[in-house]
């Protein structure tokens, strides 16, 4: 057999596994809540994992390596930023979430969350918020699409239309199969296959160069500086631009569904360790591979033509062609993990929030998660046209969604669980101008404008919040007593007082 043959049979391989989780949960998959939230059954080390793995798509294969490649450990503080602002999340917002969305009404998506915890009745909220879910989605499913694409025509020669379409073929295929449940139990595997593949590509690139000793030298010949963090030339605003990814964690809804999605809210401290773990792992592996790529590419007649395929061509060269072959699944795996979680979201947007908060209908049994697969599709498609033709690279893509997400939801998800006084117009405030100044400013370059857009966003977006939530009436008493309900529960599960008590949320 041919090199390719071997590497297909261990792409056709996955493919199969990842299907056949789908089908096994479409037998646990009965009505709307288990089709998009799982019935709440997630373990902490299936929530850990599928929040990872959904977290950091073809970026942590592709993305990052290819731009530590180009730059050196300089581009690192994106992932610093971000495994900080993951601890964050997991620590501050994932209990209070579990606690807080099942006290509002058994709240299964965040934009109904929205809705319950400030009790607006007209609905608004709800629906502004699945809009801003299916628009940022739509780009964010199209990044994964695109590099699915691009892997396919580095690793095969095919072209990059057939690549897109086999990869997002199989991953909506599984989703609209099993739902919440193949999004997340897939995500375990691939989260598994994405760490073993990122700390075994550097330890063979380094056996390959002779030693670490040798693989230093060989680094520092082609570049002297890009083993240091604060090389190329790093400035405030690019540092600034860079750690601020970790503002966008609070607000990205394929990834606080997960906490949703808990069995219980104990168990987010187990799921904290395992996944902040795993993502530490995940992105110094990322790190050493790009760090390894550049040694060995400039040693060997082969240099790299596109710095984002770095992985996979380090994997081609250093494995027997099956076991390249399981590491080239492991950048699917990547991203369709990404891609498979935001389907179910922006699905559940589709219909839990935008089609029943506009039209006020109910659906029983079964109806739900049949209108949900076709949602499914209906976006699928949406994303798979506007991946045709891809103008931007795969870190230009999912920086504007990560901003747009963490800019609009952000702010108002840490005031829904931390501050009483937020009312219906307040959050809806916030949303919008977080939504608007993350788009806008990513539109504009030079001088100020050059700083991500997730910081002015997520601030402004804050400050709109808060300010109108203090001038216009204040929430009502049933919305009140919904959030110290709430605040109550969490203090239990901390085995502790209540937060009410400790200052944690106070009136203004």
């Avoid at 694409?149 to 095919?158: C, E, H, I, K, P």
């Avoid at 405030?236 to 990814?245: G, K, P």
């Avoid at 739900?368 to 045709?388: F, Q, W, Y």
Wanted: with cysteine; glycine share 12%; net charge negative.
């Amino acid at each position: 057999m041919s090199d390719p043959t071997w590497q297909l049979i261990a792409i056709v391989l996955y493919f199969a596994a990842m299907v056949g989780i789908g089908v096994w949960s479409f037998t646990r998959t009965g009505d709307k809540g288990d089709y998009m939230l799982g019935g709440r059954g997630l373990g902490p080390l299936a929530s850990a994992l599928s929040a990872g793995a959904s977290d950091m798509s073809g970026w942590l294969l592709m993305g990052l390596p290819g731009a530590l490649y180009l730059s050196g450990l300089v581009e690192l503080w994106i992932a610093i930023g971000l495994t900080a602002g993951a601890w964050l999340n997991w620590k501050f917002v994932a209990p209070r979430l579990r606690t807080h969305t099942e006290v509002a009404d058994d709240a299964i998506t965040v934009p109904s969350f929205f809705s319950k915890r400030t009790h607006d009745h007209a609905g608004m909220l709800r629906i502004t918020a699945g809009i801003i879910i299916l628009v940022f989605f739509t780009f964010y499913v199209s990044s994964g699409m695109v590099a699915g694409g691009r892997f396919f025509q580095a690793s095969f020669d095919t072209s990059y239309t057939t690549g897109m379409l086999i990869v997002a073929g199989v991953v909506v295929l599984y989703t609209l199969i099993g739902g919440f449940l193949a999004a997340s139990y897939t995500d375990v595997v691939q989260g598994l296959m994405m760490v073993t593949a990122l700390v075994l590509v550097p330890i063979m690139g380094v056996v390959h160069l002779g030693g670490l000793g040798e693989t230093v030298d060989a680094i520092r010949a082609v570049d002297a500086g890009a083993l240091s963090l604060f090389g190329g030339g790093l400035t405030a605003m690019a540092f600034v631009s860079a750690i601020a990814w970790g503002l966008g964690y609070p607000g990205q809804p394929h990834i606080i569904t997960r906490f949703m999605a808990l069995q219980s809210p104990r168990q987010a401290r187990s799921a904290r360790r395992i996944g902040i773990g795993w993502m530490a792992l995940a992105c110094l592996g990322a790190a050493a591979t790009a760090l390894v790529g550049i040694g060995v590419f400039q040693r060997e007649s082969d240099r790299l033509t596109d710095p984002e395929t770095v992985f996979i061509d380090l994997g081609v060269l250093l494995f027997h062609p099956f076991i390249a072959g399981l590491m080239l699944a492991a950048i699917l795996a990547a991203i369709m993990s990404t891609i498979s979680s935001q389907l179910i979201v922006s699905s559940s947007a589709l219909v839990e929030d935008i089609y029943l908060g506009a039209t006020g209908k109910e659906l029983r049994g079964n109806a739900g998660a049949h209108l949900g697969r076709a949602a499914v599709l209906v976006i699928a498609l949406v994303a798979g046209v506007l991946s045709i033709d891809p103008s931007d690279t795969i870190l230009d893509l999912v920086a504007f969604a990560w901003a747009g997400f963490g800019a609009s939801f952000g702010p108002i998800v840490i005031l829904s669980l931390y501050w009483r006084r937020l009312t219906t117009w307040g959050a809806l405030a916030g949303m919008v101008t977080g939504a608007v100044v993350s788009f806008g400013w990513g539109q504009l370059e030079g001088g100020v404008f050059d700083l991500y857009e997730i910081v002015p966003g997520f601030f402004l977006s804050l400050a709109a919040a808060v300010v109108v939530s203090l001038v216009t009436p204040g929430p009502e008493r049933a919305a009140v007593d919904q959030f110290d309900e709430a605040l109550r529960r969490a203090g239990a599960d901390e085995g502790s007082a209540p937060a009410a008590s400790r200052g944690a949320s106070v009136d203004a």
